[in-house]
């Protein structure tokens, strides 16, 4: 697609339950990024995967946390025995890592999931 | 330890004027700055980028001014339009992910 695509766009869960987020990147962007953003916060990283490297995991929270991405495409997000803390809205973005002229456009971002647990 | 500052949580300003937004910034290290716009229910969107290379860097009606002695940028909006209210976040390269200011709300008011 044209874009990055994130679904589901709003989930609402239980305080406990699992929850699976999903984000398709640009065709062709080989780095892929997830922050997130409390309500009042800024965008806080919490992974980022490169080509076929080794994520960086370096900015996710606890070990409830975890994500995948199959090659250069889609990524999922998966929270377990989530808590109400996790409310938040969870953003994906792509882009590519090389840049050629001295302009940096860095990232496309999706237009998020909005994460409420109760 | 916040690396990027956005110290004014909102500004308004009336259309047809300046709007100015500041960034201060902890890490000499960052080689790109970033600006983007967030609308509600939309992710954040590139408006614009300078390298630490240099002081200025203009597109349209957007400049962003960097102060590598003071770890200083702003950008700065001629004129201001009423769809330019969004929230605007500043950001930094370290040569790892982004790392992002906690935004400036920003209010255009016709």
């Known amino acids: 697609g044209a874009g990055v695509s994130q679904s589901p766009s709003n989930k609402v869960t239980e305080k406990g339950k699992d929850v699976e987020l999903r984000c398709d990147p640009i065709?062709?962007?080989?780095?892929l990024y997830w922050y997130r953003q409390r309500l009042g916060q800024g965008l806080e990283f919490l992974i980022y995967?490169?080509?076929?490297?080794?994520?960086?995991k370096s900015g996710l929270p606890s070990d409830r946390f975890s994500a995948e991405r199959t090659g250069e495409s889609v990524s999922t997000l998966t929270i377990q025995r989530t808590q109400q803390e996790d409310s938040a809205v969870y953003l994906c973005?792509?882009?590519?890592?090389?840049?050629?002229?001295?302009?940096?456009?860095?990232?496309?971002f999706g237009s998020g999931t909005r994460l409420t647990v109760v | 330890d916040q690396q990027v500052k956005q110290n004014s949580p909102s500004l308004s300003v009336q259309e047809g004027r300046i709007s100015i937004l500041n960034c201060d910034y902890t890490?000499?290290?960052?080689?790109?700055f970033l600006w983007y716009k967030k609308y509600p229910a939309e992710g954040p969107t590139f408006l614009i980028s300078?390298?630490?290379?240099?002081d200025k860097n203009e597109d349209g009606r957007f400049t962003v001014f960097l102060n590598k002695s003071a770890k200083h940028l702003s950008l700065h909006i001629v004129p201001s339009q009423p769809g330019d209210s969004a929230v605007y976040f500043c950001?930094?390269?370290?040569?790892?992910?982004?790392?992002f200011g906690k935004g400036t709300r920003l209010s255009v008011i016709a």
């Open positions: 973005a792509s882009t590519l890592l090389l840049d050629r002229d001295a302009q940096y456009y860095g990232y496309t």
């Open positions: 065709s062709g962007h080989t780095a």
């Open positions: 995967f490169q080509g076929n490297s080794a994520p960086d």
């Open positions: 890490n000499s290290m960052f080689d790109y």
């Open positions: 300078i390298s630490s290379i240099k």
């Open positions: 950001a930094a390269r370290p040569g790892g992910p982004l790392v």
